[in-house]
Structure formats: structure tokens, C-alpha cells
């Protein structure tokens, strides 16, 4: 439609209202890793490895083995509010992915310089894919020899938006925002191995069998997770399963817990709470334990749709829930129930 010059409203070109979202969705490079991996977990990847230099600021790059994107949509995939992940507002009511708002690869890509190499396995003759974008604007999208999965890099983060540049400080504060992440992901999804490469140095790896006890040692290391005891409880609306640390196992403070729902890392202090009011007075004024909590619940009972990063999500019956955390920890710490399972544990 044509604006007239006297007309004060206008429509904000694509590039524009991407760089908006982004001041949202993409807040450091940590943001990035975090979109970037749900994305693999998303595509069903067994293998995910991140690599980054400088802290990310330099180069955040994902290698998955996943789907992959076809030739035909890796440009779409660019575009707002495009997804493969819903289709109608009934599915806006039943997520079961990571994603679902098409924000995350318009956002970064409008801030950074962007390079998609993707290839889906079986799409007969088709080949795979080499997109470069720099700015939110597409500079080469040419076929590429096949690969299996994705591999996404992303170079420059904010080169073009210097305030959000500035307000980041120390690339040791970044990197422990990466490798928070990441942590908490492997032990959101224990089926997937994780890798991460800092400056071509390995500071972490999970086996990617399945179980989270073994992702527990990936992340925690093997020490800490031989401390940490199963625990389980179901009722009509929940299902709740994880591992909490015994109560001679603190940290001085609450970012060793991990709460999951429906494979999402969810901050939820209410839930964080219930943990910590299991242990009783078992815990140390101050101290806190390390816990892995892991909520099954129906999609249609949790509401996702909060926060473009996705991290704050309303859960009906959220009272109910809190009392069936507590008691399983309780139970869990119980000495009738501990010495049987520390036993097991010899
Ligand atoms: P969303 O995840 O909310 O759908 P994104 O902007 O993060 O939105 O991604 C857009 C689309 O690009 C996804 O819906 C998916 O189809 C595709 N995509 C992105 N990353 C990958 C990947 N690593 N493997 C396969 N497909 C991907
Ligand atoms: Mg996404």
C-alpha cells in the first residue's frame, strides 16, 4: 500500500521489526546458544556440538545431526513468524517443541552475520544448502553439497546494534551464561550428546545415552552425581521424576537447580521453593541442593506463550503440583528409604 507523506503511522520494513524481536529474544550470546540448540533438539539431533570463540561474541557455531532444513526453505526459515512447528491456534494450545514462534533465526540473523549450511537426508536429488545472511539481509543462498544435519554459524553478534554490544562486559561472565545453558539442556535432554568447544578447548561433554543420571556426571561431574538420589511421584495431572542431591551436598545458592517441564528449562520460583521445602530441616540456613527435577505434564495444562524467551510458563494446578515435589523429596530422604538406595549405590 502506498503511504502517503502526510501520514504519520507506517509499516516498519521486515529488517526493522526483526532487530525489534531481537532486542527481546536475542539479549547476549548465551541467547543464541539457547535458541540455536533448541532448534537441533527440535530436529530431532542425537549429537549436538557448540563451538564458540571469544565467548560467543566472536563466533557461535551449532553443528547438529538432525533433519535439516530443504533447499526450497532455508530463506523462509529466515522469516518472522515463519515455523515449521505449529500451524493453527489449536496447536498454540499443545506445544510439545522447544520453538514455536518463528522469532529465533530472523532475530539473529538481523544482528549478526549469519551462515546456514543444511541439507535433509532423504529428499532424493535435492542438494543441500549454503545461505549466508549479514544483517537480516540474505547476501548468498546457493545449493551446497549434502550434509547430514545443520550447521549454523553466527559471527559478530550486535555488530550492528552498539548499545547492546557495550552492555555486555566480561566474556567470563558470557561464557558461564554458555555453559549454564548448556548444562541445563543436557540434563533436559540426556538422549542427546552434547559438546561444547570454547577457543578449541573441550569444557564439557554428555554420553547422550538416555539417562540423566549419566548426564548428571557430564554436567556435575561423576562425584556429584553419585550423591544424588532418584526420585518419583505421579498423580492424575503430573509426573514428576529427577534427582536430588543428599543433604550433605549443598551450594550456596539456588543455581544448581534444574527444573524441566515437558523437556523446556522453565525458571518457576514457586517450584524451586517446593524443592527446597522437601529437604525439611535438613538443609543449612543459606544452602541449598543440587536437583534435576523433571515435570511430565499434559501440554494443554501449561501455557508457554508468556515470554518471547519462553522460560516463564503458567502451570494449572501449579499448588498441587508444589505439595508433589515436596513430599517425593521428603519420602525420597526418608532414612528407611536412603539406606536401601545408598546400598544399591556401593
Ligand atoms: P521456531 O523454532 O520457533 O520454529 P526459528 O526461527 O527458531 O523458529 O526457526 C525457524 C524454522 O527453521 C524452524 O521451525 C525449523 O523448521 C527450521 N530450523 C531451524 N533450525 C533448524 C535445525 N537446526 N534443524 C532443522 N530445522 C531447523
Ligand atoms: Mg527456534
Do not use: C, W
Amino acid at each position: 500500500t502506498k503511504q502517503e507523506k502526510h501520514q504519520k503511522i507506517i509499516e516498519l520494513d521486515d529488517n526493522l521489526a526483526n532487530k525489534i524481536a531481537a532486542g527481546e529474544v536475542i539479549e547476549r550470546p548465551a541467547s543464541v546458544v539457547k535458541e540455536l540448540l533448541e532448534n537441533a533438539i527440535d530436529a530431532k539431533s542425537t549429537q549436538i556440538t557448540v563451538k564458540i570463540e571469544e565467548s560467543g561474541l566472536k563466533s557461535i557455531e551449532i553443528i547438529d545431526n538432525g533433519e535439516g532444513i530443504a533447499h526450497g526453505e532455508v530463506a523462509l526459515a529466515l522469516k518472522r513468524h515463519a515455523t515449521s512447528k505449529i500451524k493453527d491456534v489449536d496447536d498454540l494450545f499443545r506445544i510439545r517443541t522447544l520453538g514455536f514462534r518463528g522469532e529465533a533465526l530472523p532475530s539473529i540473523a538481523s544482528v549478526s552475520e549469519l551462515t546456514i549450511n543444511t541439507s535433509v537426508a532423504d529428499n532424493g536429488d535435492e542438494s543441500g544448502t549454503l545461505l549466508v545472511a549479514k544483517g537480516g539481509e540474505i547476501i548468498q543462498n546457493s545449493p551446497a553439497p549434502k550434509r547430514i544435519g545443520t550447521r549454523i554459524k553466527v559471527e559478530n553478534l550486535f555488530y550492528n546494534t552498539p548499545a547492546r554490544l557495550k552492555y555486555i562486559k566480561s566474556l567470563q561472565a558470557e561464557l558461564g551464561h554458555i555453559t549454564d545453558i548448556i548444562n541445563r539442556l543436557s540434563l533436559a535432554h540426556p538422549e542427546v550428546a552434547f559438546t561444547l568447544i570454547n577457543d578449541g578447548r573441550e569444557m564439557m561433554k554428555t554420553a547422550g545415552t538416555g539417562d540423566l543420571k549419566q548426564a548428571l556426571a557430564g554436567v556435575y561431574g561423576i562425584s556429584t552425581a553419585k550423591k544424588m538420589i532418584a526420585i518419583s511421584a505421579q498423580d492424575l495431572d503430573f509426573d514428576v521424576t529427577g534427582y536430588v542431591s543428599l543433604p550433605e551436598l549443598t551450594r550456596a545458592n539456588r543455581n544448581y537447580i534444574t527444573v524441566l517441564l515437558n523437556g523446556r528449562y522453565i525458571k518457576n520460583f514457586l517450584i524451586n521453593r517446593a524443592i527446597v521445602d522437601g529437604y525439611g530441616s535438613k538443609l543449612m540456613v543459606g544452602r541449598f541442593p543440587i536437583a534435576v527435577i523433571d515435570i511430565k505434564i499434559d501440554p494443554f495444562l501449561a501455557d508457554v506463550n508468556v515470554h518471547p524467551t519462553k522460560q516463564e510458563v503458567r502451570i494449572s494446578k501449579e499448588r498441587e503440583l508444589m505439595v508433589l515435589i515436596s513430599k517425593a523429596i521428603s519420602q525420597a530422604l526418608q532414612p528407611q528409604t536412603l539406606i536401601p538406595d545408598a546400598l544399591e549405590n556401593l
